[in-house]
């Protein structure tokens, strides 16, 4: 049941894609009807207050998927080129070994989850223009680089790279979110993901309840490509399990940095 209410909670998100302003640009779709990428989600750190619920607000739903699946695959099953859209047949594995799927149609103007891109796209060009939240504006996100990336059984391939802060929020300023995207070059496809959070969460009358942190990624494992899967960059051992409200969550120590930037 719970992983049901976290894929439906994820999947009525994806709704709110539709508020973007499209860009005005050509568009090179770099995938093509049959491609398939399979990824895994992974919290690599967890730390909350007592009492602060997994997952901790509405938009970290995707959360519990990364905790309950072993893997999930994304295959490409139609194209609309004029409209910028890729459909998607996501299959979810969950780790007590059920299936389950459903349609994503991946909009390269507007889509939150922004699974695929632009392919011409480089450095210093414009992924998402500027989004009005209401009570905040996310600014426009732009690509920071284009790095070369290893992969495990594969050659080393190139991707593009957008890294960027969220602007603090109105009503907790000393929240922090960093968000990391690599996208393969040549395809535009997503084949990295990593998100940081620190921020305070709170109950249904906006009563702070705590604070959390952590730190998540959506690696590419598989392709029908046969590039291998991404090299993660982060170790991944367990240390201690947490059973919070929604699901039991490794606990990872991160080795890079004590402070979640």
């Known amino acids: 049941m719970k992983k049901v209410v976290a894929l439906f909670m ?11 302003t499209p860009k005005s640009q050509a568009y090179t779709i770099g995938v093509q009807v049959g491609d398939w990428f399979t990824y895994k989600g992974t919290i690599v750190y967890w730390h909350a207050d007592e009492g602060v619920p997994f997952p901790p ?3 970290a739903t995707i959360l519990q998927v ?17 409209a910028h859209n890729v459909t998607f047949l996501v299959t979810n594995h969950w780790k007590n070994g059920t299936e389950t799927q459903y349609t994503l149609e991946d909009n390269m103007d ?16 414009m992924v998402r223009p500027e989004y009005n939240w209401g009570f905040m504006l996310w600014p426009p996100r732009y690509l920071n680089d284009t790095v ?3 992969y495990i059984g594969g050659e080393p391939r190139e991707v593009k790279v957008l890294d960027w802060v969220h602007p603090p929020l109105p009503f907790n300023p000393e929240a922090y979110t960093r ?6 070059n040549e395809t535009g496809i997503q084949v990295r993901y990593e998100v940081h959070e620190n921020s305070t969460a709170y109950d249904e009358t906006f009563q702070p ?49 004590t402070r979640l930037k």
Request: zero cysteines; proline letters at 5%.
């Open 10 to 20: 994820f999947l009525a998100l994806l709704m709110l894609a539709s508020a973007f």
């Open 57 to 59: 607000h509405m938009y």
């Open 66 to 82: 990364y905790n309950e699946t072993d893997w999930i695959k994304y295959e490409v099953t139609e194209i609309k080129e004029a």
């Open 110 to 125: 507007t889509s939150f989850t922004m699974m695929v891109i632009d392919a011409d796209l480089g450095p210093g060009d």
């Open 148 to 150: 070369e990336v290893e």
């Open 179 to 184: 968000q990391i995207y690599w996208w393969d």
């Open 209 to 257: 309840i705590g604070d959390y942190q952590y730190i998540a990624t959506f690696e590419l494992i598989d392709t029908s490509y046969g590039w291998g899967a991404v090299v993660p960059e982060y170790p991944k051992w367990p240390l201690t399990l947490l059973t919070l409200t929604a699901a039991a969550v490794p606990i990872i120590r991160y080795k890079r940095k």
